[in-house]
């Protein structure tokens, strides 16, 4: 399995996560330049932007420690570009979905919500 196949493993985890939150799921995958949004969610007046980190375990850290500061940055610029390009006007919020797990067994789901600014 590519890396790419797992990290798409791990953003449908996340979306079916969301989804059963009662979150509406706007966009997948929005690229902008060098960045890239996981998922582009809705949670009812604010707009919310995930990053999604799957790991097999945490042997080596926490999935949600390899959302670096330069990884962030980009996040933000490709949000501003968002906003600018749909015009959205209300609150946003940028999330982590941390998972642990493989394609086969998801074990666990952590949601950071407000992870960084």
Known sequence: ??????GKSGENAAVK???????EIVQTNYRSGKAEIDIVAKQNETLV??????????????????????KCELIKSAAENYIFDTNWQGNIRFDIIAIIGTKEKIKEVLHLEDAFY
């Not at 399995?1 to 797992?6: A, S, W």
């Open 1 to 6: 399995m590519t890396t790419t196949e797992i």
């Open 17 to 23: 996560f969301l989804s059963n939150k009662g979150y």
């Open 49 to 70: 932007f995930v990053e999604v980190k799957l790991r097999k375990n945490e042997r080596f850290g926490f999935p949600e420690d390899f959302v670096t500061k330069t």
